[in-house]
Nanobody
Framework: QVHLVESGGGLVRPGGSLRLSCAAS????????MGWYRQAPGKQRELVAT???????KYAGSVKGRFTISRDNARKMVYLQMNSLKPEDTADYYC???????????????WGQGTQVTVSS
């Protein structure tokens, strides 16, 4: 089983920045795509950004140019640098990763517990 733990959320003023981190742990696993999703109160969870093992990225239109996703394959971590934050970025942010684990290379798709980001003056 692969566990994901996010950190770095908090309260920030509009225009400010935050950096989220997500650490993957477990035994004998390989990570494929890692990403960040968010869910605002009363709304569905939506994709923010994803990154492949090779570094190819994809962003939601609403964050393109403001957020940057990156990963450290050796440390099994993914990051989300969020700049020029807006009140509409307020949400719970979730880390997601898929890949394979165990001797049988069983597929997994794991989620973290979420970290809250609040953008408010």
């Amino acid at each position: 089983q692969v566990h994901l733990v996010e950190s770095g959320g908090g309260l920030v003023r509009p225009g400010g920045s935050l950096r989220l981190s997500c650490a993957a742990s477990g035994s004998a696993f390989s990570l494929n795509i890692m990403g960040w999703y968010r869910q605002a109160p009363g709304k569905q969870r939506e994709l923010v950004a994803t990154i492949t093992h090779g570094g190819n990225t994809k962003y939601a239109g609403s964050v393109k140019g403001r957020f940057t996703i990156s990963r450290d394959n050796a440390r099994k971590m993914v990051y989300l640098q969020m700049n020029s934050l807006k009140p509409e970025d307020t949400a719970d942010y979730y880390c997601n990763a898929d890949g394979w684990t165990g001797r049988e290379y069983s597929y997994f798709d794991s989620w973290g517990q979420g970290t809250q980001v609040t953008v408010s003056s």
